[in-house]
T-cell receptor, first 114, second 111 residues
Framework: EAGVTQFPSHSVIEKGQTVTLRCDPI?????LYWYRRVMGKEIKFLLH????????ESGMPNNRFLAERTGGTYSTLKVQPAELEDSGVYFC????????????FGQGTRLTVV | KQEVTQIPAALSVPEGENLVLNCSFT??????LQWFRQDPGKGLTSLLL?????REQTSGRLNASLDKSSGRSTLYIAASQPGDSATYLC??????????FGPGTRLSVLP
């Protein structure tokens, strides 16, 4: 069974550009989460999908970030326009049952904004 | 607001030693607690999941305990090996919504 996969693994963009990160959760997992770690800080929650619906987006830093999960399968996280402070590692995770089962994380996308 | 701390921040031990990593959280109303390891430049690998109704979980040389009332969890690693070197993260699941992560313990096991 494939795990959570994220694409790209690395992205270097200039300030003001747009970047789209993709996450493919484990098949059958309704819950999909985005987290990020910025330099020197803890991993922080961004948002949570249940199927295609946003269950909780309280961690999204501002309106430059847009997450979608069309059809309840893969998800994208778009940053537009990117700022220097958006640099970090963006992790995606999925789980089967809310609060009851393990969460499985992807390898992360390392975003560098220059 | 849930806060998670981990001590020590870093630990270096000779191969073969048993060791304990500590995790503390401020709000005891949790759904579960999960321990992860992260190797440099890699993603997070799930080690153990403890439900709020459980006291401990074991997997191989790893044993994790949970004391909800005192807001503590420990990860015990028996007979440590150089391959155990990594950062160990404790994450608390609040109400089944999302994880709050601790800062991690960076472990080095010396051959």
């Amino acid at each position: 069974e494939a795990g959570v996969t994220q694409f790209p693994s690395h992205s270097v963009i200039e300030k003001g550009q747009t970047v789209t990160l993709r996450c493919d959760p484990i098949s059958g997992h309704d819950n999909l989460y985005w987290y990020r770690r910025v330099m020197g800080k803890e991993i922080k929650f961004l948002l949570h999908f249940v199927k295609e619906s946003k269950q909780d987006e309280s961690g999204m830093p501002n309106n430059r970030f847009l997450a979608e999960r069309t059809g309840g399968t893969y998800s994208t996280l778009k940053v537009q326009p990117a700022e220097l402070e958006d640099s970090g590692v963006y992790f995606c995770a999925s789980s089967q049952d809310l609060g009851q089962s393990e969460a499985f994380f992807g390898q992360g996308t390392r975003l560098t904004v220059v | 607001k849930q806060e998670v701390t981990q001590i020590p921040a870093a630990l270096s031990v000779p191969e073969g030693e048993n060791l304990v990593l500590n995790c503390s959280f401020t709000d005891s109303a949790i759904y579960n607690l999960q321990w992860f390891r992260q190797d440099p430049g890699k993603g997070l690998t799930s080690l153990l999941l403890i439900q709020s109704s459980q006291r401990e979980q074991t997997s191989g040389r790893l044993n994790a305990s949970l004391d909800k009332s005192s807001g503590r969890s420990t990860l015990y690693i028996a007979a440590s090996q150089p391959g155990d070197s990594a950062t160990y993260l404790c994450a608390v699941d609040n109400y089944g919504q999302n994880f709050v992560f601790g800062p991690g313990t960076r472990l080095s096991v010396l051959p």
